[in-house]
T-cell receptor
Framework: GAGVSQSPSNKVTEKGKDVELRCDPI?????LYWYRQSLGQGLEFLIY????????KSGLPSDRFSAERTGGSVSTLTIQRTQQEDSAVYLC????????????FGSGTRLTVV | AQSVAQPEDQVNVAEGNPLTVKCTYS??????LFWYVQYPNRGLQFLLK??????LVKGSYGFEAEFNKSQTSFHLKKPSALVSDSALYFC????????????FGKGTTLSVSS
């Protein structure tokens, strides 16, 4: 597609359940990033995939969070045993392979844990 | 560690007046600096970037930013604000180093009144 697509756009889940968030980057973009946007916290870096290199997972807040990128394209962010503090907007971005080119962001998934 | 600070949570200006949204950074090497804008209910959009060269960078929608190495700042400016400029603005930084994602500030809400 023409832009970065994220699904679902909204997700409400019960505390303790697992959730999967999907990101479909722009075709040909080798770099993919996940960020979390919480009120008053700005954008928090989570994880970064670049081509076939090992991902930079340094931003994942706990071992309940994981992400994978299959075939160098679609990425899934999984949150296990969700907690209320996980409620946020999860943003995905892709780029042509370097941050100097600028990111293209998706519209995000708003996750609410009740 | 690299970091970026936006000291103002909110900036209020009247339409037609100049605007400045402040950003300071802390990195150990040469910085790559960016500004992104987030309009209500929309994803983040790239505004402009500084990589190297002229300290005054021009971007989308009439915005510009000035890189000041001695003050470690990268303030966003526009000579004449529009009501439609009202949005959330994020400054971001990356050290000139491969395999590193952007670090974003907490954001500044710009409100332009008519």
């Amino acid at each position: 597609g023409a832009g970065v697509s994220q699904s679902p756009s909204n997700k409400v889940t019960e505390k303790g359940k697992d959730v999967e968030l999907r990101c479909d980057p722009i075709s040909g973009h080798t770099a993919l990033y996940w960020y979390r946007q919480s009120l008053g916290q700005g954008l928090e870096f989570l994880i970064y995939f670049q081509g076939n290199s090992a991902p930079d997972k340094s931003g994942l807040p706990s071992d309940r969070f994981s992400a994978e990128r299959t075939g160098g394209s679609v990425s899934t962010l999984t949150i296990q045993r969700t907690q209320q503090e996980d409620s946020a907007v999860y943003l995905c971005a892709s780029s042509l392979g370097g941050t100097e080119r600028g990111y293209t962001f998706g519209s995000g998934t708003r996750l609410t844990v009740v | 560690a690299q970091s970026v600070a936006q000291p103002e949570d909110q900036v209020n200006v009247a339409e037609g007046n100049p605007l400045t949204v402040k950003c300071t950074y802390s990195v150990s090497g040469n910085p790559y600096l960016f500004w992104y804008v987030q309009y209500p209910n929309r994803g983040l959009q790239f505004l402009l970037k500084y990589i190297t060269g002229d300290n005054l960078v021009k971007g989308s929608y009439g915005f510009e930013a000035e890189f000041n190495k001695s003050q470690t700042s990268f303030h966003l400016k526009k000579p004449s604000a529009l009501v439609s400029d009202s949005a959330l603005y994020f400054c971001a930084v990356r050290v000139n180093q491969a395999g590193t994602a952007l670090i974003f500030g907490k954001g500044t809400t710009l409100s332009v009144s008519s």
